[in-house]
């Protein structure tokens, strides 16, 4: 086939690009089962957007006069059997030409109707719902396949989809479910690590790899509640504390006070059924302090703002100005670790209830840092914190004197963290064959992960959903005045439990892919594969579609 007769692709004669960008919109509010859940990839791209693209890119515009005639006769066929068995699955705006096909099948004899039912189809498979219907699943291979045979593929192979800068996974993962082949590399490690799990260990193990991950999960569980029990001490009645709320504090710097002050951005704790809430308090030596109250409204005013603090005594009403404030924190390092305790979340039966801190759990926080510092853990100077000229997203914390990754986190923090790593790099080197150990450390290093971004001092308690939301709730390490520390062996937020159960929905929602696809660490100019290789280069940046048969479009 020469360069001349190459036929068009659908990407390069039409796209449904408002249909798709709904489903990619959509996809955001997405979590059971996402990629997007295994480990933060900031430079992710929608799977649907991806899975669109990657079609269109992939199958030949039945209505160009070089499309191959056996393209255009698979195609009409699975259409035609599209409409007559699966229009129930199809969204509204499809549905209409999916019943005209039904009563006249003629219709698809016209290329152009042909291809619009393949734009409609595509529209459709971008939906988040319909990644794992078995028959979008079914179809979307065959037209692959049908594309791959009628350009010249090779009997018994797959196009083979290249992505050099494969980042969070979204384009080899699609082509995969599509039906191609794929290879993936990139430079970052992080990115292998996310690529290696999807591409590599949940097609070749499937199930088998969510048993050992949830098996070693719990294993991993019960070793760790062995040695932080007695941090996280259950209350006389039994309940169990899950969320401890910290405010970092300063000393109020108005004329004849001094009274240390917590930075509270947000005095209410609910906001839905028994309104919790914050209420200043003066104590007699002038000291400030909270009171924990519920069924109403806080009526005092956060003590934070623009930086800036305003001492809540009614003698004083001093307000500190930003400057100030970074300048003491600075000489606390950050301020985690002479945070004030303001309140404890504890789980009992039935319900949550909030309560003000004991001596019990001031002990237990001593009990940590003593523990800390006694063991041979490194938690102090290390790993520091280098904003460069252009480093976008750390220089805020160094701004209030957080130098270094540790000081992200509380003692007890830490600890539990080195517990919970401790005990992973200590599951057993006979638990399971080599290959299949190592894909299940790789995932359960991802739940890790994910609990430690839920739990440091930048960790913030989200009023509306009772819940907590980790560091990244934007692109960088942003300031946190007050924050939430959970309870990791317990049995509420951001927790093992949970990190462990976000990361097997994954492996369950990505069992469907057909094949794996090899996965290497490698910069993009790098010639990891012979010339000739691959059928299609897709990736971004740029988005460029090249055909091996000399064909380049972008």
Known sequence: MTISALPKRLIEVDLPIKRISAHARREKSIHHGHISTLHIWWARRPLAACRAVICAALWPDPADEHCPPAFVEAARKEMTAWARDHASLASPESFKRLVAIQKQPDRLSDPKELRAALLDFIADFANWDNSSVRAYLETSRALTQAAHAALGGAPGTRPFVVDPFAGGGSIPLEALRVGADAFASDLNPVAVLINKVVLEYIPKYGQRLADEVRKWGEWIKKKAEKELAEFYPKDPDAATPIVYFWARTIQCEGPGCGAEVPLIRNMQITRDGRRWHFEWDSTPDRRVTVKVRTDALSRSRPSVAGGSVTCPRRDCGYTTPA?????????????????????????????????????????????????????????????????YKNTRGLSAVTRIGIADFSQLYTERQALAIHCFQKALLN??????????????????????????????????WHAKRSTIEGAFGKQALQVVWDFVEANPIGNGPANWDGALDWVLKVLAANQCLPQAAPVECARAQDQMLPDDAANALITDPPSVVSDRFGGHRS
Do not use: M, Y
């Not at 080197?429 to 894909?439: D, F, G, I, Q």
């Not at 790789?442 to 440091?456: G, K």
């Open 323 to 387: 400057r100030a404030v970074r300048a003491q924190l600075k000489r606390h390092g950050g301020g985690a670790s002479n945070a004030a305790l303001l309140a404890v979340c504890v789980q009992r039966a039935t319900d949550r209830h909030f309560r003000a801190p004991t001596q019990s759990d001031w002990a237990a926080v001593r009990k940590a840092k003593a523990s800390l510092v006694a063991s041979d853990l490194p938690h102090d100077k290390i790993n520091p914190i280098r904003p």
């Open 427 to 460: 599951v057993p080197a006979h638990c399971c064959e080599t290959t299949l150990r190592t894909a299940t450390l790789s995932v359960l290093h991802c739940a890790i992960s994910r609990l430690v971004f839920q739990n440091c001092s930048l960790s913030r």
